[in-house]
């Protein structure tokens, strides 16, 4: 695929969170919308994932999700 020309006017068009086409997901999360919304990577330690090791890794996905729910729920210093 080779591109000819940018898919913006120019430098100036560019801004964080906004798309020319906005996608809505099934859970109504819109994309490219006008709002930047945070990712979270669910990274687990090296091990084998196994039916053995199943409730290992369900418990550090758990622990992963509430450690960013606390951290979100967070207010940082001089924001009210």
Do not use: K, N, W
Not at 11 to 25: I, K, M, Q, V, Y
């Amino acid at each position: 695929m080779t591109y000819t020309e940018l898919a913006t006017a120019g430098p100036s068009e560019p801004a964080c969170g906004l798309a020319r086409a906005p996608l809505t997901t099934q859970c109504g999360l819109t994309i490219g919308g006008g709002q930047v919304h945070p990712e979270l990577s669910f990274t687990l330690p090296a091990m084998s994932i196994t039916e053995e090791r199943r409730p290992e890794v369900l418990r550090t996905c758990r622990e992963i999700a509430s450690d960013a729910a606390a951290r979100s729920r967070r207010r940082p210093r001089g924001r009210q």
